[in-house]
């Protein structure tokens, strides 16, 4: 069957139509919600954006999650998925309302970045759950396709949402704590929204099994320690799975330290630092071609995938990676970067399309939603740690020779083991 045939074929699950349209508004949300947190935190006139202020800003969101999240994900193999979406996208509504009004008041910005933690956390229990909830919507053969068209089209509307929050801005007058504090409400109402959509899928759809139930009260901690123990001993248990988690530390590293520098080279290269809403512009720009990236590694990954094994894709769209982080070590202009970007945007994204459908094959059902929670604090917890590598490497204007340097080396190295590395062929762990 053609790419487009397969396409077609998913699409035509009621079942996926719905979980895409809850991922897809409730990404939209983000990215207004995201534009607006950056530009309260790192593109107001009021503040100065450094390597140390982004990395600090992304420790404070992301960490919380990644020391919770494990245990999250043990829910999402115990409870109604359905209802995470419900009853999550519903929080984050009204903890983004409450976002909205702190960065109104003269509350201290730590404020504002504590509720902060708990919306992107929540996020987080979303994307999960959205992970874990794909098979239960689509043959096992159609994943590659279905995990090529949800993350990718959900970072579209992300990127969507970065430029009307960026476009509403303008309309709004531009920098300023009252107009980012609009936009926060608009995200808040966009996540309601998302909530809404999820009350069309059936209560049971998403699964767990119905005999899958939380233990008693007095039992929980320590039954969910043990179960995620479990999880982790699936995963290892799965070379397939293991490589897969491995591969995404060390590209996600290698995305958060490009994130960083791309974030500075916006805010204090390609526009003055005290023009906030040109620094602004310039890092939606970067996200525009991101997303455009993103795009075409989705597109394409599933016709690579009918020829070539999934850790070969993965070890060319690396290869890439590190050529493309050579070829724009030494100009590090505007236009070069962007064309860089490109190809970054579109590696990573073959990346994960490619890890969600090991995953989703390799790993039963009963431990999906702890191996997709676990995945995600990977994925979390590499940015976050580039980033403070970032806050002491990368210089404030964003340019660094040795930096893009060691990031291809990074990502040639990784590509060259997955080369060299048999196809191992495992069975999903804990199936029966």
């Known amino acids: 069957m053609s790419y487009v045939g397969d396409v077609a074929t998913v699409l035509r699950g009621s079942g996926f139509r719905r979980l895409l349209s809850v991922r897809m508004v409730g990404q939209l949300a983000d990215g207004v919600f995201q534009t607006a947190l950056a530009s309260y935190v790192l593109f107001s006139p009021e503040r100065q954006a450094d390597a140390r202020s982004i990395a600090i800003s992304f420790a404070i969101l992301l960490l919380p999650y990644c020391l919770l999240g494990p245990f999250v994900g043990v829910f999402i193999d115990r409870w109604s998925r359905r209802q995470i979406l419900v009853v999550t996208n519903f929080l984050r509504a009204v903890l983004v309302a409450v976002i909205a009004l702190i960065a109104l008041s003269s509350a201290p910005e730590v404020a504002l970045l504590s509720v902060g933690v708990l919306a992107i956390s929540a996020n987080r229990l979303v994307l999960s759950a959205l992970g874990a909830s794909i098979p239960r919507v689509v043959a096992l053969e159609n994943v590659v396709t279905a995990n090529a068209i949800a993350p990718t089209l959900g970072t579209l509307c992300t990127v969507t949402g970065a430029g009307?929050?960026?476009?509403?801005?303008?309309?709004?007058?531009?920098?300023?704590?009252?107009?980012?504090?609009?936009?926060?409400?608009?995200?808040?109402?966009?996540y309601l929204c998302a909530g809404a959509l999820a009350l069309r899928i059936a209560y049971s759809a998403l699964g767990p099994e119905p005999s899958q139930e939380l233990p008693p009260a007095l039992q929980a901690i320590a039954e969910v320690a043990r179960e995620l123990r479990d999880g982790i001993g699936a995963i290892r248990e799965n070379a397939d799975a293991s490589v897969a988690f491995v591969t995404t530390g060390i590209q996600r590293f290698c995305f958060g330290i490009a994130t960083v520098s791309a974030v500075l080279l916006a805010r204090n290269t390609f526009s003055s630092s005290t023009n906030p809403n040109g620094g602004l512009t310039g890092l939606a720009q970067v996200l525009l071609v991101v997303g455009v990236g993103f795009y075409v590694g989705a597109v394409i990954t599933p016709e690579l995938s009918r020829f070539f094994a999934p850790q070969k894709v993965i070890g060319a769209a690396l290869g890439l990676a590190a050529v493309t982080e050579v070829a724009i070590a030494t100009p590090q202009t505007k236009l070069p970067l962007l064309i860089g970007v490109f190809f970054i945007g579109m590696a990573s994204q073959i990346t994960k399309v490619c890890v969600d459908s090991i995953l989703q094959r390799s790993i039963a059902d009963d431990f999906r939603g702890r191996t997709f929670s676990l995945y995600d604090v990977t994925f979390n917890a590499a940015f976050v740690l580039a980033a403070a590598v970032g806050a002491f490497v990368v210089p404030s204007s964003g340019r660094s020779v040795s930096l893009s340097l060691f990031t291809a080396l990074l990502y040639a190295l990784t590509a060259t083991w997955l080369f060299r590395r048999p196809r191992s062929g495992t069975t999903p762990a804990g199936a029966h």
């Open 164 to 190: 009307l929050g960026v476009g509403l801005r303008a309309v709004l007058g531009g920098a300023g704590d009252t107009n980012d504090a609009i936009l926060i409400a608009v995200a808040a109402g966009i």
